[in-house]
């Protein structure tokens, strides 16, 4: 979930006048992950790029020829610096130095960090397979030695899903001390990789999820056919003759039942909110403890997240790029989720703050995030049961 859309300031100090830093080119590289982290990469313009580093849009041109050439820099620049991370370590070193080495990185350049999570979906071809390759050097690196001190089934799917909880930090801009959140970011992967992902097993027949909406009107039918077009090639790239080709309809038709294809996007992500809480209330109905409250919770939101996998992406992926009005009530609908868990992991570990709680909250959705795509969103028990469990040993309940 991305209730606290947009990440940390991380801002480059102007250039004087009369000087040029020498790092000119990677606080342009910086400005630019957090601006089309906040703002989407379509959202996001060469301009205000310029601006937050303190140049002129022209002088930003002399670095990198366009935008995309300066978004395919920004999106592989922190797989590159998680790469060396794990590598800087001996190949015989400890999982807890591994797992540092990357959380250091992680929450050091968290503002932009989290840029290749959804954004990514915009490089070309090439460019993501480069990404990919790279991530999966990391995800090697981490499999190797969870293989060696955990040797329990599925080590690659908690490696991933250790990651996930890792990267969940560049999700959010919740606000606790470096140091805390790297302890609690290095003791939750730690637990994942820990966790026999079995032992969950049987969770998934424990969720009843409320059935997404049969479309019986025309205004429900252009939203239904929207949905998986935005899921497979991002909201910016889908056209309203696409959306209305789907439906049967001429293009100019869709402006009867919505002003415009940014009122189709709000409606998805009103949609996804409001199953989820549906689903969250029948959840809890039959929680005898927090303890349980939680696993419940978890089970609730891997099982959500696999059968409406579609509808979940879209909420989660675009929402940054909506206008801040829209914006609003999507994300109020998320905070909403997230301090449901907030509330109830608290009250299974008193130890916790507020923002502590919100943060490991936010690492077992980016348990989900990870372990689902590792999965392929297959939607099987085994494969919901095997994440339920990962997000539960996440959060240390």
Known sequence: MLADVGYGAVTAEPAAAATRPRNRRQLIVEAAGQVFSERGYHAASMEEIAARVGISAAALYRHFPNKYALFAES??????????????????????????AIIRVTVAHRASGGLYRWEARYLERDDRRRL??????VVARVTEVVRREFP??????????????????????????????EELLLASALRVVATDPAAAAGSARLVELPAQPVPRTRRAEILAAAIPLFARDGFANVTNAQIARAVGLAPSAIYRHYPGKVDILVAACLQAAGLLAQA??????????PRRAVAAL???????????????SVAEAEVAGLPADLQRPVILAQREHIAVWEQQLRLAR??????QARLLVHAGFGVVVEAGRALRWQDEPGHRDAVTALVIGALSV
Do not use: C, K, W
Not at 132 to 137: N, S, T, Y
Not at 298 to 312: I, K, P, Q
């Open 75 to 100: 999106a592989t620049v922190m797989v590159d610096r998680l790469a060396e991370a794990a590598d800087e370590s001996p190949a015989d070193a400890p999982l807890t130095e591994v797992l540092a």
């Open 132 to 137: 990919r390759a790279r991530f999966d050097h």
């Open 152 to 181: 329990l089934p599925e080590e690659h799917l908690r490696a991933v899903a250790a990651l996930g909880a890792i990267g969940s930090v560049t999700m959010h801009h919740t606000s606790v001390a470096q140091r805390r959140i």
């Open 280 to 289: 969250v209330d029948r959840s809890l109905h039959a929680a005898a403890d």
């Open 298 to 312: 978890a089970a609730t939101y891997v099982a959500y997240s696999f059968e409406h996998n579609a509808l979940n």
């Open 350 to 355: 008193p130890e916790l703050d507020p923002r």
